[in-house]
Nanobody, 115 residues
Framework: QVQVVESGGGLVQPGGSLRLSCAAS????????MGWYRQAPGKERELVAR???????NYADSVKGRFTISRGNAKNTVDLQMNSLNAEDTGVYYC?????????WGKGTLVTVST
């Protein structure tokens, strides 16, 4: 059984920063890929950023240059540093841990960018 837990969401003003963290634990020793997705109100869930075991990353065009995904110091952890946030970044952010064709999801953490 796998558990994925996100943390770090909250309310931030436009132009501000937040750092999200995710930890996956359970029966799988190592997840080759971990990523962050988000779902804005009334929209479908979309990929924000993803990192693979070799360190390769990919980002949604809308966050390139503002967001950085990185592996945490602990095993099976991943962080998302979000800078220059704007209202379009508002949504529920989900962490996904992928292994052998399966993806394990957390319950999400809410990010609200507003004055």
């Amino acid at each position: 059984q796998v558990q994925v837990v996100e943390s770090g969401g909250g309310l931030v003003q436009p132009g501000g920063s937040l750092r999200l963290s995710c930890a996956a634990s359970g029966s799988i020793f190592s997840f080759p890929a971990m990523g962050w997705y988000r779902q804005a109100p009334g929209k479908e869930r979309e990929l924000v950023a993803r990192i693979i075991s070799g360190g390769g990353t990919n980002y949604a065009d809308s966050v390139k240059g503002r967001f950085t995904i990185s592996r945490g110091n602990a095993k099976n952890t991943v962080d998302l540093q979000m800078n220059s946030l704007n209202a379009e970044d508002t949504g529920v952010y989900y962490c996904n841990a992928a292994w052998s064709g399966s993806g394990y999801w957390g319950k999400g953490t809410l990010v609200t960018v507003s004055t």
